[in-house]
């Protein structure tokens, strides 16, 4: 069985481009989360999405990033425009369960963001 | 405030002796608790969890101990491997689905 799929999982951009980031999870998995990992340091939720509702963005920076699950499977995080700050590995991850009870995420490979 | 952290940034064992990785949160409502292995140029990895009815969990090779008392969470590795080597990070949650990681302990095996 495939994991978490993630594309692409290296991007070099400038400061000031917009770079988007693309996730498929784990097939039948209805809940689907973005993390930001600086160097040196644990994941950091952004955003978490149970089938297609973004059940908890408190953490996501909505003046440059937005994210989208449309049709509740695969999801995309943009970041518009991206700034020095930005450089992180972004990780997507799913899991089988729905709010109320925690079940083992599966993590993808993460994107490295690099903007210069 | 809300976050889980380990004492040691990076901890060097020798191949064949049982490695220890400590955790200390600090959320006394936590109750679900989990260790990630991370290598290089991966994601994290489920290790093995726990549940805070619960003070001892083993599994293949690892055991984690829960100590409610202090907020300790630890993490045994038993015979430790050269596949062992990985960032390890230990996570809370509580009750909702949020997992909150802490910063990591590096673990280098020694030849």
């Known amino acids: 069985e495939a994991g978490v799929v993630q594309s692409p999982r290296y991007k070099i951009i400038e400061k000031k481009q917009p770079v988007a980031f693309w996730c498929n999870p784990i097939?039948?998995?209805?809940?689907l989360y973005w993390y930001r990992q600086n160097l040196g340091q644990g994941p950091e939720l952004l955003i978490r999405?149970?089938?297609?509702?973004?059940?908890?963005d408190s953490q996501l920076p909505k003046d440059r990033f937005s994210a989208e699950r449309l049709k509740g499977v695969d999801s995309t995080l943009k970041i518009q425009p991206a700034e020095l700050g930005d450089s992180a590995v972004y990780l997507c991850?799913?899991?089988?369960?729905?709010?109320?009870?925690?079940?083992?995420?599966?993590f993808g490979p993460g994107t490295r963001l690099t903007v210069l | 405030g809300e976050s889980v952290g380990l004492h040691l940034p990076t901890l060097s064992v020798q191949e064949g002796d049982n490695s220890i990785i400590n955790c200390a949160y600090s959320?006394?409502?936590?109750?679900?608790f989990i260790w990630y292995k991370q290598e290089s140029g991966k994601g994290p990895q489920f290790i093995i969890d726990?549940?805070?009815?619960?003070d001892k969990r083993q599994g293949q090779r690892v055991t984690v101990l829960l100590n409610k008392t202090v907020k300790h969470l630890s993490l045994q590795i038993a015979a430790t491997q050269p596949g062992d080597s990985a960032v390890y990070f230990c996570?809370?949650?509580?009750?909702?689905?949020?997992?909150?990681f802490g910063k990591g302990t590096r673990l280098h095996i020694l030849p």
């Open positions: 959320n006394s409502a936590s109750d679900y």
């Open positions: 726990i549940r805070s009815n619960m």
């Open positions: 097939s039948g998995h209805n809940t």
């Open positions: 999405y149970e089938n297609e509702e973004a059940v908890d």
């Open positions: 991850a799913s899991s089988s369960g729905l709010s109320g009870r925690v079940y083992e995420q599966f």
């Open positions: 996570a809370e949650s509580t009750r909702d689905d949020k997992i909150i």
